[in-house]
C-alpha cells in the first residue's frame, strides 16, 4: 500500500526533468538498445554498438513503451516507477532490521542523496539493477514468520529465508546489469566461509549445514541465466563480453597496480565522502565514542557483517571493473551505507533525528551545489545543466543551418544524428572527434574541409580555473594518473578553439560550470558557372 505513495513523492519531486532529451549514456547505449528492440524485437543492438549488457532493461523499456509512446517523459516516468520501488525494498529492509523510524531516515536519505536522486529519472540499467538486488536483500535478511527479527541466524542454523524469491530477484538484477551478480556471489562465499568455520570450532548440525548450502545454491543461481545471454551473445555476434573495444576498456586494460590501487582510493571516497557522504558517516564515526543505549535496536552481528562483505566486495570489484570510476555502479550500496549509519546513530544517540535532519541538508545541498572537486555530472543536477545547454544549441543550430556539416564530440555526434533523442526533429550531419582537448582540436584544425560548423562543450565538470581543487591541485601527479587511467583531460576553451580552427563564436551560453559554444567557419570556396546549352 505505500509503494503509490513513494511513486508520488519520486515523480513530483522529479516533476521538472521528466521531459529532459537523452543524457551521456542513455543516448549512447540504453536507448537506442531498448528502441531497436521496440521496433525489430533483437535483443542485439543494431543502430549502436554492442557490448554485451543483458537484455532486461531494453525489454521493460520497450514493453513500457507500448503504453506510454516513445517519448523522454514517458520513459522517466518509468524510471521513475522503478526507483520508487527500489526505495520501498529500502524501507522494507531498514523497517525489519531496525524499526519503523530508522526505515522511514533511511529511505528518505537514500532517496535524497543527490547521486541516487538525479539517477532516479534516468534511464540507465543501474537503477534497475539496483531495485532488484535490494529486493533481494530484503527476503536474505527478512524473516517472513517474524517480520521484527533479523533472518540471519549463523547459531541455532534455522533458516526462514525464502531462497526462490531472493534467486529470482538477484536472477532479474543480473540480466540487468551484469556485475550485480557481484552481490550474490559474495555472499554465498561469506556462507560457505562461515559454514567452514563453524565446522573448524565444533559440530554443526546437519539443519543447519544443509539450510546453508540451500542458500549458496541460491545465491549462485544468478549467473546460469547470466551464462545462457553471453552464450547466445555469442552465438549472434561471436563476441562474449561484447566487442574488443569494449572488454579492453572496461576489463583487461585496468589490470595494472598503480590504476587499482588508485581506483580502491576513489571508490572508497565514493562509498564514504562523496556528494556530502561524510556527513552522515562522520557522525556515525562520532557516536562510536558515546555509550550506548541498551534499549535501542541494532544490526545483528551476523546482518552487519554480511553488510560489511556486500560493501567491501562492490569497493574491491568495481576497482578494476569499468573504464570510468562512475558513481552509479555502486548505487545498491547507498542505501547499506546509509542503513549501517542510521543503526549506530539509533544505537548511541537519544536524538538521533537530529543527525538524520543533519544529513538530509548535505544531501539536499549537494543535489544543486557543486563539490570542489571534478566529478560526473550525473551524480547530481548538473545534468541537467548539461542538457538544457545542449537542447539550445541543438535547437539554434537546427534553425539557422539545418544543412551544416558540424565538428563536435560524443555525446552531442548523437544529438544531432539521431532524432529519437529528443534534441532535434531532423538529423544533421556531425564530424565526430574524440574530445576538445588541444591536440583534437589541432588535428581537427589541419583539415577544415570536413566541416563548417562547430559545436563544443564541457566534458568533464572540473572546478573553475582559480577556485577550490581539493583533488588536482593539492595532490601532486593526480592529473597526470587521471589522464592516463581514467581519460582526464582540459577542455579548450571556446575562444582558443575559435583562434585555433580560424572560426567565429556566434554563441555561447554556460550554467554553473558546464558551457557550451557554437562556432562557425567562413570557407572561401572556388565556384565556376557552367552554361547548359
Known amino acids: 500500500m505505500l509503494y503509490p505513495l513513494f511513486f508520488a513523492a519520486v515523480y513530483l519531486s522529479h516533476l521538472t526533468l521528466l521531459r529532459l532529451p537523452y543524457f551521456w549514456d542513455e543516448a549512447g547505449y540504453y536507448i537506442p538498445a531498448a528502441w ?101 536483500l530484503t527476503f536474505y535478511f527478512e524473516s517472513p514468520t517474524n517480520p521484527g527479527a533479523p533472518c540471519l541466524d549463523f547459531e541455532t542454523g534455522a533458516s526462514r529465508r525464502p531462497k526462490i524469491y531472493a534467486a529470482i530477484l538477484f536472477s532479474l538484477a543480473a540480466l540487468s546489469k551484469e556485475t550485480s551478480v557481484i552481490t550474490p556471489a559474495a555472499l554465498a562465499l561469506w556462507e560457505g566461509f562461515v559454514l567452514i568455520l563453524e565446522r573448524r570450532t565444533g559440530t554443526v548440525p546437519r539443519e543447519r549445514a544443509t539450510q546453508t ?15 545462457l545471454w553471453y552464450a547466445y551473445h555469442f552465438h549472434r ?10 572488454l579492453r576498456y572496461n576489463a583487461t586494460a585496468n589490470l595494472d597496480a598503480h590504476r587499482i590501487a588508485l581506483s580502491l582510493y576513489h571508490r572508497l571516497l565514493h562509498l564514504t565522502m562523496h556528494m556530502n557522504m561524510f556527513v552522515p558517516v562522520l557522525c556515525a ?58 543503526a549506530e546513530w539509533q544505537r548511541r544517540v537519544r536524538q538521533w533525528a537530529w543527525l538524520a535532519a543533519l544529513s538530509a541538508a548535505a544531501f ?11 566529478f560526473a555530472p550525473e551524480d547530481n543536477l548538473t545534468y541537467r545543466d548539461f542538457v538544457v545547454l545542449h ?37 544533421i550531419k556531425a564530424f565526430a572527434i574524440q574530445n576538445f582537448s588541444s591536440d583534437e582540436i589541432q588535428k581537427a584544425a589541419a583539415d577544415p574541409s570536413d566541416y563548417d560548423t562547430a559545436l563544443l562543450f564541457s566534458t568533464k565538470w572540473a572546478p573553475p580555473s582559480g577556485g577550490l581543487d581539493l583533488i588536482h591541485r593539492n595532490t601532486p601527479g593526480a592529473s597526470d594518473a587521471d589522464t592516463r587511467y581514467f581519460d582526464f583531460h582540459e577542455d579548450v576553451r571556446p575562444a582558443e578553439a575559435a583562434a585555433l580552427l580560424h572560426g567565429q563564436i556566434v554563441w555561447q551560453a ?17 565556384a565556376q558557372l557552367t552554361i547548359r546549352r
Open 391 to 427: 537542447q539550445r544549441a541543438v535547437a539554434l543550430i537546427a534553425q539557422n543551418w539545418p544543412q551544416a556539416t558540424v565538428l563536435t564530440a560524443w555525446p552531442a555526434s548523437a544529438e544531432l544524428e539521431r532524432p529519437e533523442l529528443g534534441y532535434t526533429k531532423v538529423p
Open 285 to 342: 564515526v562520532a557516536t562510536l565514542f558515546m555509550p550506548k543505549i541498551k534499549v535501542r535496536s541494532r544490526l545483528p552481528k551476523p546482518v552487519l557483517q554480511a553488510i560489511a562483505v556486500v560493501l567491501v566486495a562492490n569497493w574491491i570489484a568495481f576497482s578494476i571493473l569499468g573504464g570510468a570510476l562512475l558513481t552509479r555502479y555502486l548505487l545498491p550500496m547507498y542505501p547499506l551505507v546509509l542503513l549501517v549509519c542510521v
Open 237 to 246: 555476434t561471436g563476441f562474449v563480453f561484447g566487442n574488443p573495444e569494449f
Open 36 to 136: 531497436d528492440f521496440f521496433r525489430t524485437g533483437s535483443l542485439i543492438p543494431q543502430t549502436t554498438m554492442t557490448n554485451a549488457h543483458p537484455p532486461l532493461p531494453s525489454v521493460l523499456l520497450a514493453g513500457w513503451w507500448h503504453i506510454s509512446g516513445f517519448v523522454p517523459s514517458g520513459t522517466r516516468t518509468f524510471v521513475c516507477m522503478v526507483t520508487a520501488a527500489a526505495l520501498l525494498a529500502v524501507y522494507r529492509l531498514a523497517r525489519s532490521l531496525l524499526g519503523t523510524p530508522a526505515a522511514i531516515a533511511t529511505t528518505l536519505l537514500t532517496a535524497i542523496y543527490p547521486i541516487w536522486f538525479a539517477q532516479s529519472t534516468l534511464a540507465h540499467a543501474d537503477i534497475i539493477a539496483a531495485a532488484f538486488t535490494l529486493w533481494g
Open 510 to 526: 554556460h550554467t554553473r560550470g558546464e558551457w557550451v559554444a557554437i562556432l562557425r567557419f567562413p570557407r572561401v570556396v572556388n
Open 213 to 227: 548450502l540451500q542458500w549458496i545454491a541460491a545465491l549462485v543461481t544468478p549467473i546460469v541465466p547470466l551464462a
Open 364 to 374: 539536499l545541498c549537494g543535489i544543486w551545489i557543486n563539490p570542489p572537486y571534478a
